[in-house]
């Protein structure tokens, strides 16, 4: 459903960035390798800037002022906006929430039964910590529901088994 190498704005055609000719020339397999040109700094706004109160679409709007840090397909640079916009490509084509796709087309395929792709609380989730003067303090930390394609994503041990013996073949 997907072409790697078409542009991103065939599947989400309001994105856009401060150079609207660079945006045009951002492919699905170019965010796929991090190559898309966006950079790494810009992508951690999410987890500063009003985390988890914007739906992903809405922080992805945002990035229309946006700079690119070089030209599309250049060269690697990780950025959470790569995924983020996978992950608004993947609501897109499937016409479901991120997370719905993912129960369905993930988790529940490979049994993974404590595993979500938004917020909830369950009995044994894992404390955040924080370093503070070079030591781990628990900290409260928001759960940035419009960076959830970028890997905040919740699951247990036996899930994660689960996953890697699917990737293992």
């Known amino acids: 459903q997907v072409d790697l190498d078409a542009p991103l704005q065939q599947y989400l055609p309001w994105f856009t960035l401060a150079d609207g000719e660079a945006a045009a020339q951002i492919t699905v397999r170019m965010l796929l390798n991090q190559t898309s040109g966006l950079g790494y700094n810009d992508g951690t706004r999410p987890l500063w800037d009003q985390p988890g109160e914007l739906t992903l679409e809405e922080r992805l709007r945002q990035m229309a002022d946006l700079p690119l840090q070089r030209a599309p397909g250049s060269a690697f640079e990780y950025s959470n906006y790569n995924?983020?916009?996978?992950?608004?490509?993947v609501e897109a084509v499937s016409g479901q929430p991120y997370?719905?796709?993912?129960?369905?087309?993930?988790?529940?395929?490979?049994?993974?039964?404590?595993?979500?792709?938004?917020?909830?609380?369950?009995?044994?989730?894992?404390?955040p910590y924080q370093w503070w003067f070079g030591f781990p303090i628990p900290a409260q930390a928001p759960y940035p529901a419009d960076a959830v394609p970028a890997g905040f994503i919740h699951a247990n041990a036996a899930d994660m088994a689960a996953y890697l013996a699917f990737q293992q073949g």
């Open 83 to 89: 995924y983020m916009l996978l992950g608004m490509l």
């Open 99 to 127: 997370a719905a796709q993912m129960s369905a087309a993930v988790f529940q395929p490979l049994g993974m039964s404590g595993s979500r792709a938004a917020a909830y609380d369950c009995a044994g989730k894992a404390q």
